[in-house]
C-alpha cells in the first residue's frame, strides 16, 4: 500500500517591511544623517531642459579636463583589469613621497578624499566622542563623525571664514577630532599658517587636527599654511588631499592623506583590501609625471579668479575672495532659483542651500569661454 506523503505545511505569512520596522533595526545614530546633495549632472540638465548645450560649473571639477598622460596610461592600464590591484599601493605611495619630501609610511590612500576621512574616524573615533567642525563647510566631515557615534561641535564662520580662534577655544571640550577645511568649500577662503599653528598649539596631544587641502594647489596666498612642515612638529596633525581638482581625476575617485606613521598604521586596520582600484593607481602616477598640465591648471585658475572677481564686483554682487577654484557669491533673491533658471540656459551653477547658505552660489572658475557663458547667463536671469 502506498505511502501517502504529508503536505507541505502553509507557510506562515510575515508581515510586509515598513518604514518603522526598519528604523527599528538600523542603528540609531545615523537617523541624523543627511543624504550628500551633489551638484546637478549634464544628463539631468539635458533630459529636464534639453538645451543646445550644456556648461557645467557646479563641482569645482578642472576645467581642462584630464591630462593627455593620465588617459593614456589608464587606457594601456586595462588590458590588465582582471587582476586585483596592488593592496598597498605601493609604487603610488612611493611617488608621492618622492614629490613630498616624506617617507611612504606616512602616507595613506583611498577611494577619494571621502574614503580618508571616513577610514579617520572609523580608526579613531568612540562613541560620543566629540567632534569639531565648522558651520558651512563640506558636509563629509560631520557625516564621518556621525557614522562613528560621535558628538558634533559646530562653529560658525566668522566673515564667511573659519574662526580658529572660536576652534581654538573649544578645545577644552577635549574633542577627538578636529575638521578644518582649507581653502573652505564652499566660501573659497583660507586661514594662515599662524592661525593653524596657534590651534595646533593648544590643541591637546590626543586632539586629531585633520587639514582637508583639497584645494591647496590654486592657493597663492603667502600665508598660506605650510602644513608640510608643521606635519614634522606636530604628530597629531592629518593633511588630506585629493586627485579630483587639480588632476582631473574626479571620476576616478583617488584622495591620500600625510600623517605621523602609527596614525596611518592604525588607520590601515579599517582599510578594505583594494580600495584603490588598478586604472586609479596608473593614472595617478602619470597624473603626478604631468607637471605642464598642472602648471596651466593653475594658470588658468589664477587668469579667471581675477576675471570673475573683476565681473561679479562690476555687478555689485558680494562674494568672498577666494583661494580655490571656485568663487561663493550672493544673489538678491534665493540662490535656488537663480541656479534653476541658468539650468534652462544650459549653465551648471551651485546653489548653496544645503550647505546652510540660501543667498548665495558657488561657482567652478572655469576656462576663458566658460566664464563668459556664465556671466551671460548670470546678466540674463537677474537682468543684470
Not at 327 to 344: G, H, Y
Request: glycine letters at 6%; one cysteine or more; aromatic letters at 8%.
Amino acid at each position: 500500500m502506498p505511502v501517502r506523503k504529508k503536505k507541505p505545511a502553509a507557510a506562515k505569512s510575515r508581515p510586509g517591511w515598513t518604514e518603522k520596522s526598519v528604523l527599528q533595526l538600523a542603528r540609531k545614530s545615523i537617523q541624523a544623517l543627511k543624504p550628500y546633495v551633489p551638484g546637478k549632472s549634464i544628463e539631468e540638465v539635458k533630459a529636464k531642459y534639453k538645451p543646445a548645450s550644456v556648461t557645467k560649473l557646479g563641482s569645482n571639477e578642472n576645467p581642462l579636463g584630464a591630462s593627455d598622460k593620465v588617459i593614456a596610461a589608464v587606457r594601456d592600464a586595462l588590458p590588465r583589469m582582471s587582476l586585483y590591484p596592488d593592496g598597498s599601493s605601493r609604487d603610488l605611495r612611493q611617488a608621492l613621497a618622492e614629490r613630498h619630501g616624506l617617507h611612504p609610511d606616512q602616507i595613506m590612500v583611498g577611494n577619494g578624499s571621502d574614503e580618508v576621512l571616513m577610514l579617520i574616524a572609523a580608526a579613531f573615533l568612540n562613541p560620543g566622542e566629540k567632534v569639531l567642525i565648522s558651520e558651512n563647510t563640506f558636509s563629509e566631515y560631520e557625516f564621518a563623525g556621525r557614522v562613528m557615534d560621535g558628538a558634533i561641535v559646530k562653529i560658525p564662520l566668522k566673515r564667511q571664514r573659519y574662526d580658529l580662534a572660536a576652534f581654538t577655544r573649544k578645545l577644552k571640550l577635549k574633542p577627538k577630532l578636529v575638521f578644518l577645511c582649507n581653502p573652505n568649500n564652499p566660501t573659497g577662503a583660507y586661514f594662515s599658517h599662524q592661525e593653524l599653528e596657534t590651534l595646533l598649539r593648544a590643541a591637546p596631544a590626543k586632539t586629531l587636527v585633520v587639514v582637508d587641502e583639497a584645494y591647496c594647489e590654486y592657493a597663492d596666498a603667502p600665508d598660506f599654511p605650510r602644513s608640510l612642515e608643521l606635519l614634522k612638529r606636530f604628530p597629531n596633525l592629518v593633511i588630506s588631499r585629493t586627485f579630483s581638482k587639480i588632476f582631473g581625476m574626479a571620476g576616478l575617485r583617488l584622495g591620500y592623506a600625510f600623517a605621523h606613521p602609527l596614525l596611518i598604521k592604525e588607520t590601515g586596520r579599517v582599510k578594505t583590501p583594494f580600495n584603490v582600484n588598478l586604472l586609479v593607481q596608473a593614472g595617478a602616477l602619470a597624473a603626478l609625471s604631468d607637471t605642464g598640465f598642472r602648471s596651466r591648471s593653475i594658470a588658468n585658475n589664477r587668469q579667471g579668479r581675477s576675471h570673475l572677481q573683476k565681473e561679479l564686483a562690476k555687478r555689485k554682487l558680494e562674494f568672498v575672495p577666494t583661494q580655490a577654484n571656485f568663487i561663493c557669491f550672493k544673489v538678491p533673491r534665493p540662490a535656488v532659483d537663480v541656479c534653476e533658471e541658468m539650468l534652462a540656459l544650459g549653465l551648471i551653477a551651485r546653489a548653496l542651500r544645503s550647505f546652510g547658505m540660501d543667498d548665495w552660489i558657488r561657482i567652478t572658475i572655469g576656462t576663458p569661454k566658460q566664464n563668459g557663458l556664465f556671466l551671460a547667463a548670470l546678466d540674463a536671469v537677474l537682468d543684470l
